[in-house]
């Protein structure tokens, strides 16, 4: 545990001091560019316009090259076991998915199959209701002709 954190510690130092360094650059060239604006083009203190603008790109690379450096070391410390981690919780959602289309597959199945089942019964009322309405008319009719005669 000590070790490690002593390699950590390193680390950090070591960090700390390529900032440290990063930082006098570019200080070093705000301070020769402000310097430059305030003394005006030409002097002799002061910068061209060529060598403000390659001041500026000198520390939009510095700067660059820290970002870069920083999302390397982002991606190593993610390491293997992270990336593991994260595909096995997302085949973990895939298989979620998968079970609940199926789920809803099946469900879907049913209500089809008790809509078949409902109109057939609907269906089934509708002729037993004729035959019934038919039977009575008949009766209706042989009444009336009972009746008549």
Do not use: C, P
């Not at 061209?48 to 450096?69: F, H, I």
């Amino acid at each position: 545990k000590v070790a490690a954190l002593r390699r950590e510690n390193e680390e950090l130092l070591d960090r700390v001091e390529e900032l440290e360094s990063t930082l006098r650059i570019v200080q070093t060239a705000q301070s020769w560019a402000i310097a430059a604006a305030t003394n005006g083009e030409g002097d002799e203190g002061g910068w061209t316009v060529e060598q403000a603008r390659k001041m500026k790109e000198v520390t939009l690379l510095l700067m660059q090259a820290k970002q870069a450096k920083e999302e390397a070391l982002n991606f190593t410390k993610a390491g293997k076991g992270q990336l593991y981690e994260k595909v096995r919780s997302l085949k973990a959602q895939l298989a979620r998915e998968r079970e609940e289309k199926l789920m809803m597959k099946q469900r879907l199945g049913k209500v089809f199959a008790q809509a078949a089942d409902i109109r057939k019964a609907n269906k089934e009322m509708k002729e037993r209701m004729a035959g019934e309405r038919a039977q009575w008319q008949r009766l209706v009719r042989r009444l009336k002709e009972s009746h008549m005669e």
